[in-house]
């Protein structure tokens, strides 16, 4: 079957209406967060799940690799398809098809807006706790493939940790089912080892997901410091205080300016940085624990502590957290992220290096991350235009994963490795340990028709055509 | 004096004299009717990998061994085979307070490792029955865990790290020691619960979370399990619901409560800092009282040791029960698994239930002997069991019966969706079937 014939046979399953296949439509799925862009063959907009297993099991006869995307907000790359490769996108199950309020799960589709799901349920006195900050925006399909974090994720863990059962579709168009209605279930956990795997093992056509009931009480502070060391420190003390709060997310000097710029969030624009300290539960244990957090925040030298008088200030502080990356436009055109991991108490070593790395490189970085579980998002700010910027961001980046996997820590805490980070994986890992995850992979699809060259170096296979010069001032903030 | 059996001491070649059990000791290995040729117990990891690799080349079957606790579960191994003892590494190579993180050493036991923590007010909630002998490999092994699963998860939410030997003596790690993590693929969390059919766990890496300063146990005995069900549903509803609620009925109830009159058993099992447990005891006390024949509220030693005696139940020491079907259910289905207290399998007494109100599911015991019922009969009434489970939409897994019943059933139950990928996993980690062959989920 050549590549129109199969485009046909896809047609003829989902509809002429739903098959993009000209080269001006395919613009906006040539690229997602990340800095790579590549052409798809075509994309397929499936209406249920029978029509994805048509679909794929189309593809797999005719040897086309396909690639499953959801909103495109993917910072690894996870969602840039090979220029031969079909891609299979979700507007269409987009559908929360039951909420259940006795056993406090909800099924959803793919397609589902994280955001609009925690809102659709947060009627009914229950939440879905991931909160990536492109929550707006992206898909609980996409957050199954990369197992998608957030701020919330201190206390309660990320994607993996919300995911009871899932129905998907493997690379043959088999509709398999892994995890079940209950929390657990006989056999591997194929519903663990699934999460996460960056679309290599099958498509998600449905999902369910737990939810948690609302907390009676959430409080929300805001912790000012003069410089980001005493934020470290304060950091520590927190935790070490035997204290997890809900979220404990830091901002620097140059993230407060540039949220500032686009929302007054409330931050003081003098602040060398500030903590965002959410703490949840009965009233009397957030009593409790909030003087313990005060005095903690005191103790490491905030030059001021304040706490949300309400919902409105409590969502004005997180809308400045959630809308830093957008808000770095007003700074420089392009940003390119790290998503390093350290053990907690090595922060502070791991911020020095950061501004080491910026000043070496004359590279502006601005940090806004997940402090609570060491989570960096070092974030770097320029103008892609600039000859030779892009190589140098790229180099920083590198510098910085090591130093993360010097410290003991990893490449990346919640945005997957995908194509941007696959060639740095033998700092984390050996060639035994990946030939052990490759296993994995050979038994959920044999053929490795899904999504194939990711996560794994391997320097020879199909590269995309990253290159500054076609960027477009603006486009990747 | 006995000849050394040339396995025996082909081991004895490979990781020392010292390392291999007395053939005396072998009986104490035993997986049902399965005694194993030779015992070998290594210190550390590479000899792990040296017995493996011996393993891998001539194709004899190891069978992972850690506190013994829970060999009766799974299938009746497929083919004689080598126990390989791992208690000797039992190490805690690092805690980091700071960083809530922990490293322990596969043989090391649950109790060993929780009073570390509890040194430095840290805690891995996982737990396993008889935790002074259970190991931590065995409980992840097993994926076994606790009455407080239901606000604390199982052993996959906490195991952050592996370092594993494979079936061909490779040793290679997962995850890593940072508390969030997706680079690469989570083989955590497909080795957690693999009963060592895909690698042998040497090394484990937890997170940690703040242990709670106090433990309240409340005890609340009702007419009947409806009315227990409906008191249970609506504390699990409040904003200070327990860290793990359940309903205990029969023998299962009597043994934790004695002195308590009434059918069922209620246990909601509150932890936390001294203020909130004030009100979370007291609101529980006071929304329980009127429709509860009696309340207790324990505390301190009297807390730990229900705790204990309720996690211990389905393999306690002393009186272990002669059948242990765990039922996996959504929480909805609370009445279907306390209605399986009318089961009646062969000529035994109908079995205690053990229904985990949080997390749904829970436990059918039996402590009967039945030595006069014919396996077969009491094979059809568990499969009976496994497909009531089934139709409620969990299934039920026979975790203890005689060995005489485990040649007609399946313990795992129905083959669940994507068998065909378990199959072509353990295939990848383990061509040879040498790990722990036939004991798992459709003869794995």
Same mark, same amino acid.
């Given at each position: 079957?050549?590549?129109?014939?199969?485009?046909?046979?896809?047609?003829?399953?989902?509809?002429?209406?739903?098959?993009?296949?000209?080269?001006?439509?395919?613009?906006?799925?040539?690229?997602?967060?990340?800095?790579?862009?590549?052409?798809?063959?075509?994309?397929?907009?499936?209406?249920?799940?029978?029509?994805?297993?048509?679909?794929?099991?189309?593809?797999?006869?005719?040897?086309?690799?396909?690639?499953?995307?959801?909103?495109?907000?993917?910072?690894?790359?996870?969602?840039?398809?090979?220029?031969?490769?079909?891609?299979?996108?979700?507007?269409?199950?987009?559908?929360?098809?039951?909420?259940?309020?006795?056993?406090?799960?909800?099924?959803?589709?793919?397609?589902?807006?994280?955001?609009?799901?925690?809102?659709?349920?947060?009627?009914?006195?229950?939440?879905?706790?991931?909160?990536?900050?492109?929550?707006?925006?992206?898909?609980? =399909?996409?957050?199954?493939?990369?197992?998608?974090?957030?701020?919330?994720?201190?206390?309660?863990?990320?994607?993996?940790?919300?995911?009871? *059962?899932?129905?998907?579709?493997?690379?043959?168009?088999?509709?398999?089912?892994?995890?079940?209605?209950?929390?657990?279930?006989?056999?591997?956990?194929?519903?663990?080892?699934?999460?996460?795997?960056?679309?290599?093992?099958?498509?998600?056509?449905?999902?369910?997901?737990?939810?948690?009931?609302?907390?009676?009480?959430?409080?929300?502070?805001?912790?000012?410091?003069?410089?980001?060391?005493?934020?470290?420190?304060?950091?520590?003390?927190?935790? /070490?205080?035997?204290?997890?709060?809900?979220?404990?997310?830091? %901002?620097?000097?140059?993230?407060?300016?540039?949220?500032?710029?686009?929302?007054?969030? =409330?931050?003081?624009?003098?602040?060398?940085?500030?903590?965002?300290?959410?703490?949840?539960?009965?009233?009397?244990?957030?009593?409790?624990?909030?003087?313990?957090?005060?005095?903690?925040?005191?103790?490491? /030298?905030?030059?001021?502590?304040?706490?949300?008088?309400?919902?409105?200030?409590?969502?004005?502080?997180?809308?400045?957290?959630?809308?830093?990356?957008?808000?770095?436009?007003?700074?420089?055109?392009?940003?390119?992220?790290?998503? =390093?991991?350290?053990?907690?108490?090595?922060?502070?070593?791991?911020?020095?290096?950061?501004?080491?790395?910026?000043?070496?490189? *004359?590279?502006?970085?601005?940090?806004?991350?997940?402090?609570?579980?060491?989570?960096?998002?070092?974030?770097?700010?320029?103008?892609?235009?600039?000859?030779?910027?892009?190589?140098?961001?790229?180099?920083?980046?590198?510098?910085?994963?090591?130093?993360?996997?010097?410290?003991?820590?990893?490449?990346?805490?919640?945005?997957?490795?995908?194509?941007?980070?696959?060639?740095?994986?033998?700092?984390?890992y050996t060639d035994a340990d990946m030939e052990a995850m490759?296993?994995?992979?050979?038994?959920?699809?044999?053929?490795?028709?899904?999504?194939?060259?990711?996560?794994?170096?391997? =320097?020879?296979?199909?590269?995309?055509?990253?290159?500054?010069?076609?960027?477009?001032?603006?486009?990747? %903030? | 004096?006995?000849?050394?059996?040339?396995?025996?001491?082909? !081991?004895?070649?490979?990781i020392?004299?010292?390392?291999? &059990?007395?053939?005396?000791?072998?009986?104490?290995?035993?997986?049902?009717?399965?005694?194993?040729?030779?015992?070998?117990?290594p210190?550390n990891a590479a000899e792990v990998a040296a017995v493996m690799a011996w393993a891998h +080349?001539?194709?004899?079957?190891?069978?992972p061994?850690?506190?013994?606790?829970?060999?009766?579960?799974?299938?009746?191994?497929?083919?004689?085979?080598?126990?390989l003892?791992l208690?000797?590494m039992?190490?805690?190579v690092?805690?980091?307070?700071?960083?809530?993180?922990?490293?322990?050493e596969a043989?090391?036991?649950?109790?060993?490792?929780?009073?570390?923590?509890?040194?430095?007010?840290?805690?891995?909630?996982?737990?396993?029955?008889?935790?002074?002998?259970?190991?931590?490999g065995?409980?992840?092994?097993?994926?076994?865990?606790?009455?407080?699963?239901?606000?604390?998860?199982?052993?996959?939410?906490?195991?952050?790290g592996v370092s594993v030997v494979g079936a061909d003596g490779s040793q290679t790690k997962a995850g890593?020691?940072?508390?969030?993590?997706?680079?690469?693929?989570?083989l955590?969390?497909?080795y957690?619960?693999?009963?060592?059919?895909l690698a042998v766990i040497t090394e484990a890496?937890?997170?940690?979370?703040?242990?709670?300063?106090?433990?309240?146990?409340?005890?609340?005995?009702?007419?009947?399990?409806?009315?227990?069900?409906?008191?249970?549903?609506?504390?699990?509803?409040?904003?200070?619901?327990?860290?793990?609620?359940?309903?205990?009925?029969?023998?299962?109830?009597?043994?934790?409560?004695?002195?308590?009159?009434? &059918?069922? !058993?209620?246990?909601?099992?509150?932890?936390?800092?001294?203020?909130?447990?004030?009100?979370?005891?007291?609101?529980?006390?006071?929304?329980?009282?009127?429709?509860?024949?009696?309340?207790?509220?324990?505390?301190?030693?009297?807390?730990?040791?229900?705790?204990?005696?309720?996690?211990?139940?389905?393999?306690?020491?002393?009186?272990?029960?002669?059948?242990?079907?765990?039922?996996?259910?959504?929480?909805?289905?609370? +009445?279907?698994?306390?209605?399986?207290?009318?089961?009646?399998?062969?000529?035994?007494?109908?079995?205690?239930?053990?229904?985990?109100?949080?997390?749904?599911?829970?436990?059918?015991?039996?402590?009967?002997?039945?030595?006069?019922?014919?396996?077969?009969?009491?094979?059809?009434?568990?499969?009976?069991?496994?497909?009531?489970?089934?139709?409620?939409?969990?299934?039920?897994?026979?975790?203890?019966?005689? &060995?005489?019943?485990?040649?007609?059933?399946?313990?795992?139950?129905?083959?669940?969706?994507?068998?065909?990928?378990?199959? +072509?996993?353990?295939?990848?980690f383990?061509?040879?079937?040498?790990l722990?062959?036939?004991?798992?989920?459709?003869?794995?």
């Amino acid at each position: 079957m050549n590549g129109n014939e199969l485009l046909a046979s896809i047609r003829a399953v989902v509809g002429d209406d739903y098959v993009i296949a000209h080269r001006e439509d395919l613009l906006v799925y040539e690229y997602d967060g990340s800095v790579d862009r590549s052409m798809p063959r075509a994309v397929v907009l499936p209406a249920d799940t029978d029509q994805v297993s048509r679909v794929m099991a189309l593809a797999y006869e005719a040897g086309v690799t396909v690639v499953g995307r959801g909103s495109g907000t993917g910072l690894s790359g996870g969602a840039i398809t090979p220029p031969e490769g079909l891609q299979i996108a979700f507007p269409r199950m987009d559908r929360i098809l039951d909420v259940d309020t006795v056993n406090r799960t909800a099924l959803v589709e793919p397609g589902v807006i994280n955001l609009d799901l925690d809102n659709h349920v947060r009627r009914f006195g229950m939440r879905y706790a991931p909160d990536p900050s492109s929550q707006r925006a992206c898909s609980l =399909g996409g957050n199954i493939a990369e197992n998608a974090g957030g701020p919330h994720c201190l206390a309660y863990g990320a994607t993996t940790n919300h995911v009871i *059962g899932m129905e998907v579709v493997l690379e043959d168009g088999e509709i398999v089912h892994l995890g079940s209605m209950a929390r657990e279930a006989a056999g591997y956990d194929l519903r663990g080892a699934f999460v996460g795997s960056e679309g290599t093992f099958g498509i998600t056509t449905k999902i369910l997901v737990r939810l948690l009931p609302l907390p009676e009480t959430v409080r929300t502070f805001l912790g000012i410091f003069p410089d980001i060391d005493s934020a470290c420190t304060a950091v520590s003390a927190v935790i /070490g205080h035997g204290i997890v709060p809900a979220a404990l997310e830091m %901002i620097d000097a140059l993230s407060i300016k540039a949220v500032q710029n686009v929302t007054d969030a =409330g931050y003081p624009n003098d602040a060398g940085a500030v903590l965002l300290i959410e703490l949840e539960g009965l009233n009397e244990e957030v009593d409790e624990v909030s003087g313990e957090v005060e005095a903690a925040l005191w103790d490491t /030298g905030a030059a001021d502590v304040r706490v949300a008088e309400d919902d409105a200030e409590r969502e004005r502080l997180w809308v400045g957290r959630k809308t830093a990356f957008g808000a770095f436009g007003t700074i420089a055109p392009n940003y390119y992220l790290v998503d =390093g991991v350290v053990p907690r108490t090595r922060l502070t070593q791991m911020l020095r290096k950061v501004t080491e790395v910026s000043e070496r490189y *004359g590279i502006t970085i601005a940090n806004v991350f997940h402090a609570g579980d060491g989570n960096l998002h070092p974030c770097m700010l320029f103008d892609a235009r600039e000859p030779g910027v892009m190589e140098s961001a790229m180099a920083a980046a590198a510098e910085l994963m090591e130093e993360c996997a010097l410290l003991g820590g990893t490449l990346s805490g919640e945005h997957g490795i995908g194509l941007e980070k696959k060639e740095f994986m033998p700092l984390v890992y050996t060639d035994a340990d990946m030939e052990a995850m490759q296993r994995v992979r050979e038994a959920f699809a044999p053929k490795n028709r899904l999504n194939p060259g990711k996560i794994f170096p391997d =320097g020879s296979y199909w590269r995309p055509s990253a290159h500054p010069a076609a960027y477009t001032a603006g486009m990747y %903030i | 004096m006995t000849t050394t059996p040339p396995i025996a001491q082909q !081991l004895a070649e490979l990781i020392g004299r010292e390392a291999v &059990d007395n053939p005396a000791n072998l009986s104490d290995y035993a997986i049902g009717p399965l005694v194993p040729v030779a015992a070998v117990k290594p210190t550390n990891a590479a000899e792990v990998a040296a017995v493996m690799a011996w393993a891998h +080349r001539t194709g004899i079957a190891v069978y992972p061994s850690g506190g013994r606790t829970l060999t009766q579960l799974g299938n009746t191994p497929a083919r004689p085979g080598i126990a390989l003892d791992l208690t000797g590494m039992n190490r805690l190579v690092d805690f980091q307070p700071a960083d809530l993180t922990v490293i322990v050493e596969a043989g090391a036991t649950v109790a060993q490792l929780d009073a570390a923590l509890t040194q430095d007010g840290k805690h891995v909630p996982i737990s396993a029955p008889l935790a002074e002998r259970a190991t931590v490999g065995g409980t992840l092994a097993t994926g076994i865990s606790g009455p407080v699963r239901s606000a604390y998860g199982l052993p996959r939410d906490w195991l952050i790290g592996v370092s594993v030997v494979g079936a061909d003596g490779s040793q290679t790690k997962a995850g890593g020691k940072v508390v969030k993590n997706v680079t690469g693929y989570d083989l955590n969390r497909l080795y957690t619960g693999s009963l060592g059919t895909l690698a042998v766990i040497t090394e484990a890496t937890f997170k940690l979370a703040p242990a709670p300063t106090e433990w309240a146990v409340i005890l609340a005995s009702f007419g009947g399990a409806d009315t227990a069900a409906s008191a249970a549903q609506n504390l699990e509803a409040q904003y200070y619901a327990p860290l793990g609620l359940h309903i205990l009925t029969g023998p299962a109830a009597q043994r934790l409560a004695p002195s308590l009159a009434g &059918d069922a !058993l209620a246990i909601a099992i509150s932890g936390g800092r001294p203020t909130s447990m004030r009100r979370r005891v007291e609101d529980t006390v006071g929304l329980w009282t009127s429709v509860a024949e009696t309340v207790h509220v324990a505390r301190g030693d009297e807390a730990d040791d229900l705790i204990r005696a309720l996690t211990d139940l389905p393999a306690d020491s002393e009186a272990p029960p002669s059948i242990c079907v765990r039922i996996n259910a959504q929480p909805s289905a609370l +009445r279907d698994v306390l209605d399986f207290r009318g089961t009646r399998l062969v000529n035994l007494e109908p079995p205690s239930v053990v229904a985990d109100v949080g997390f749904g599911g829970g436990r059918l015991l039996w402590w009967d002997e039945f030595a006069d019922a014919e396996p077969a009969r009491v094979a059809n009434g568990l499969k009976d069991i496994q497909a009531a489970a089934l139709s409620v939409g969990g299934g039920a897994i026979v975790e203890r019966c005689p &060995d005489a019943v485990k040649g007609t059933l399946d313990v795992w139950g129905e083959q669940p969706s994507g068998m065909e990928i378990m199959r +072509r996993l353990k295939r990848q980690f383990d061509p040879q079937n040498i790990l722990n062959p036939g004991r798992f989920v459709g003869g794995l």
